[in-house]
């Protein structure tokens, strides 16, 4: 009995080590969040120091350039960098959860192709016809095409009952070809240099803004969907051991998961219709992530929320950097560094995420 | 916990798997259910379990009807050990098992102290306890079983359903399983795919074939030479040593 006893201790011991664990890393994360928020808001084609930076936010002078530049251009860059990285990492989770496979992005569900055609539409046929309405029209146009085709990919899913996540992915693939064939098929007809040009551009993403308000509704939208989802992390880990097993748990997979990925499709809409296409970021974080702590989502919504901001906050600063007096768009620089951790991930992943 | 399912009926399509069942576990019985493959004795469970919404019929809990009740409530009263344990993410044996305290949970409500207890208890119960910090895909088939066996137990359940638990395992383990659930002293409704151990482990059993009960008894009235015939179409011979059985089957 004795060592029965010492048994379970030594057990509970290992269980709360790793919640120990678990809090370090969250510590570690934010240190490095912070840090990238001093740097992004010094570095660019004017250097500007952290004191000054401090006396900046604290004073809110409006006097010299150096306030200018921080108020004005870096601090809500900063801010809208980590609003879209938090949001993208936030949906790649939940989407991976709700169709149970690691390989879903925030995007299977067509949200950025369809968003990509609306916006080609804006561009080359929508300023023609409505004139140019305000400058959110194109933001307007891109999530109309990004929710309609999330709606037709979930409608799809769901045609004979139950929807499969099988079904959900296939669905999501037919209707990104769709869409890309409808953009291309613009694009030919158009013949318009300029549009092309600007389509190209938003298609590569972009975190530069010069108005704060902005932020607000990606803000908002993304800070109450963090509070919320962290609220069902109990649901999104049933989801993810299967329909069947997540049954037997009380869980209503098919309530939830509509719920969840509605939920997903507003958010990617929102930052996609005002930040361009943005890729791998909620590919590639969670994996990370879930390589570190495991796939409990307890652990890995919170540590996924603060890393993807870190990630495109650095992204972000890289883009600055990279050419000297210009920048780099953001979604050539998260593809580029994305995709060859993804495939390190994929050679590496072995046994840790069998998939047999 | 009493479970009752009142003339069931079933259909995929416009194929009719279930027709017009009727099965009951008393309280702290093991029933059993045995038939040929594809007589739809999976698909009865799966509607007893609330995956499938029988097309006819009424199910109870007590007093609480299975098809109307909220999911929750039913399954912290009852927890199913199935064969549907692929996962294609690394969780740790700790989370699947602690994922059996979720329906006991409201959502923002946190583990406890006894949260944890509870998992630790179900793992030795299962004889897992060293593999706590383990990936569950690292395990082997019959690791596996029984780790999700734990996870049912952690459910503290009052009712278990089992749809061929032990497939994967070898007979120390089959055995093994067998036994921490007979030593729960709670309902059980179970398919086991061996009829040995349907015999040695059941208070009852239902056979169903054609989607249809066509017998019902105790292990002795049931599991007999004419039943084997019925179901299998195999002449067999089924021989007794004390309280156990053992069939030979002839070709």
């Given at each position: 009995?004795?060592?029965?006893?010492?048994?379970?201790?030594?057990?509970?011991?290992?269980?709360?080590?790793?919640?120990?664990?678990?809090?370090?890393?969250?510590?570690?994360?934010?240190?490095?969040?912070?840090?990238?928020?001093?740097?992004?808001?010094?570095?660019?084609?004017?250097?500007?120091?952290?004191?000054?930076?401090?006396?900046?936010?604290?004073?809110?002078?409006?006097?010299?350039?150096?306030?200018?530049?921080?108020?004005?251009?870096?601090?809500?860059?900063?801010?809208?960098?980590?609003?879209?990285?938090?949001?993208?990492?936030?949906?790649?989770?939940?989407?991976?959860?709700?169709?149970?496979?690691p390989?879903?992005?925030?995007?299977?569900?067509?949200?950025?192709?369809?968003?990509?055609?609306?916006?080609?539409?804006?561009?080359?046929?929508?300023?023609?016809?409505?004139?140019?309405?305000?400058?959110?029209?194109?933001?307007?146009?891109?999530?109309?095409?990004?929710?309609?085709?999330?709606?037709?990919?979930?409608?799809?899913?769901?045609?004979?009952?139950?929807?499969?996540?099988?079904?959900?992915?296939?669905?999501?693939?037919?209707?990104?070809?769709?869409?890309?064939?409808?953009?291309?098929?613009?694009?030919?007809?158009?013949?318009?240099?300029?549009?092309?040009?600007?389509?190209?551009?938003?298609?590569?993403?972009?975190?530069?803004?010069?108005?704060?308000?902005?932020?607000?509704?990606?803000?908002?939208?993304?800070?109450?969907?963090?509070?919320?989802?962290?609220?069902?992390?109990?649901?999104?880990?049933?989801?993810?051991?299967?329909?069947?097993?997540?049954?037997?748990?009380?869980?209503?997979?098919?309530?939830?998961?509509?719920?969840?990925?509605?939920?997903?499709?507003?958010?990617?809409?929102?930052?996609?219709?005002?930040?361009?296409?943005?890729?791998?970021?909620?590919?590639?974080?969670?994996h990370?992530?879930r390589g570190?702590?495991g796939s409990?989502?307890?652990?890995?919504?919170?540590?996924?929320?603060?890393?993807?901001?870190?990630?495109?906050?650095?992204?972000?600063?890289?883009?600055?950097?990279?050419?000297?007096?210009?920048?780099?768009?953001?979604?050539?620089?998260?593809?580029?560094?994305?995709?060859?951790?993804?495939?390190?991930i994929l050679v590496t992943r072995n046994r840790r995420y069998g998939d047999n | 916990?009493?479970?009752?399912?009142?003339?069931?009926?079933?259909?995929?399509?416009?194929?009719?798997?279930?027709?017009?069942?009727?099965?009951?576990?008393?309280?702290?019985?093991?029933?059993?259910?045995?038939?040929?493959?594809?007589?739809?004795?999976?698909?009865?469970?799966?509607?007893?379990?609330?995956?499938?919404?029988?097309?006819?019929?009424?199910?109870?809990?007590?007093?609480?009807?299975?098809?109307?009740?909220?999911?929750?409530?039913?399954?912290?009263?009852?927890?199913?050990?199935?064969?549907?344990?692929q996962i294609s993410f690394n969780f740790s044996v700790?989370?699947?098992?602690?994922?059996?305290?979720?329906?006991?949970?409201?959502?923002?409500?946190?583990?406890?102290?006894?949260?944890?207890?509870?998992?630790?208890?179900?793992?030795?119960?299962?004889?897992?306890?060293?593999y706590?910090n383990r990936d569950f895909n690292t395990l082997s088939g019959?690791e596996k079983?029984?780790?999700?066996?734990?996870?049912?137990?952690?459910?503290?359940?009052?009712?278990?359903?089992?749809?061929?638990?032990?497939?994967?395992?070898?007979?120390?383990?089959?055995?093994?399983?067998?036994?921490?659930?007979?030593?729960?002293?709670?309902?059980?409704?179970?398919?086991?795919?061996?009829?040995?151990?349907?015999?040695?482990?059941?208070?009852?059993?239902?056979?169903?074939?054609?989607?249809?009960?066509?017998?019902?008894?105790?292990?002795?009235?049931?599991?007999?030479?004419?039943?084997?015939?019925?179901?299998?179409?195999?002449?067999?011979?089924?021989?007794?040593?004390?309280?156990?059985?053992?069939?030979?089957?002839?070709?």
């Open positions: 009995m004795m060592e029965m006893k010492a048994i379970r201790e030594v057990s509970l011991d290992k269980v709360l080590k790793d919640e120990i664990r678990f809090r370090k890393i969250v510590v570690g994360l934010v240190v490095v969040l912070l840090l990238g928020i001093a740097l992004s808001l010094s570095v660019g084609e004017i250097r500007i120091s952290l004191d000054n930076i401090i006396k900046i936010l604290l004073n809110r002078e409006t006097t010299n350039l150096n306030t200018k530049i921080i108020m004005n251009l870096r601090l809500p860059r900063t801010i809208f960098a980590i609003i879209v990285g938090a949001g993208l990492g936030l949906c790649g989770i939940v989407m991976q959860s709700s169709v149970q496979n390989l879903a992005d925030p995007y299977i569900l067509g949200i950025s192709s369809g968003a990509s055609f609306g916006a080609t539409f804006y561009i080359l046929i929508g300023v023609k016809l409505l004139g140019n309405i305000n400058k959110f029209g194109l933001s307007v146009f891109a999530f109309l095409g990004g929710v309609v085709a999330a709606v037709l990919v979930i409608s799809l899913s769901s045609v004979g009952g139950k929807t499969s996540s099988v079904k959900l992915v296939l669905a999501g693939t037919v209707v990104n070809a769709l869409c890309s064939a409808f953009t291309n098929f613009l694009i030919y007809l158009g013949n318009n240099a300029e549009g092309l040009k600007s389509i190209t551009f938003w298609t590569m993403g972009n975190l530069s803004i010069t108005d704060t308000k902005i932020n607000i509704l990606p803000g908002i939208v993304v800070l109450l969907s963090c509070i919320y989802f962290l609220s069902q992390s109990r649901n999104l880990n049933s989801m993810m051991i299967g329909e069947e097993a997540a049954t037997t748990l009380g869980v209503d997979l098919n309530k939830y998961r509509k719920k969840y990925i509605a939920i997903s499709v507003l958010i990617i809409g929102i930052l996609v219709s005002s930040a361009g296409i943005i890729g791998f970021v909620g590919l590639v974080v969670p990370m992530i570190i702590v409990n989502n307890k652990k890995i919504l919170p540590l996924t929320i603060i890393a993807s901001a870190i990630f495109l906050l650095y992204a972000d600063i890289l883009s600055r950097l990279i050419i000297p007096n210009g920048e780099l768009p953001i979604g050539v620089i998260t593809s580029m560094v994305g995709a060859p951790l993804f495939m390190y | 916990m009493v479970l009752e399912a009142k003339n069931i009926e079933i259909k995929l399509g416009d194929k009719t798997i279930i027709e017009d069942v009727s099965i009951k576990v008393d309280k702290g019985k093991s029933v059993g259910i045995i038939g040929p493959n594809g007589c739809g004795k999976s698909t009865l469970l799966k509607s007893i379990y609330k995956y499938i919404k029988p097309d006819k019929g009424e199910i109870f809990l007590d007093n609480k009807n299975i098809i109307d009740e909220n999911p929750k409530e039913i399954f912290k009263h009852m927890a199913v050990v199935g064969q549907f344990n700790y989370d699947i098992v602690l994922m059996g305290r979720s329906p006991h949970k409201t959502f923002l409500e946190k583990d406890t102290q006894k949260d944890r207890e509870i998992v630790i208890e179900s793992l030795q119960k299962v004889g897992m306890l060293s706590i019959g079983q029984r780790v999700i066996l734990a996870r049912a137990l952690a459910q503290k359940p009052k009712i278990l359903i089992l749809d061929e638990p032990t497939n994967h395992l070898d007979i120390k383990y089959q055995i093994e399983i067998l036994e921490i659930v007979k030593s729960l002293n709670i309902s059980v409704l179970s398919v086991l795919h061996d009829l040995a151990l349907t015999y040695k482990y059941c208070d009852y059993i239902y056979v169903i074939d054609g989607g249809k009960v066509v017998k019902s008894g105790t292990p002795d009235e049931i599991i007999t030479r004419e039943t084997i015939k019925d179901m299998y179409k195999i002449d067999s011979k089924v021989i007794f040593d004390g309280e156990d059985m053992a069939i030979c089957y002839r070709k």
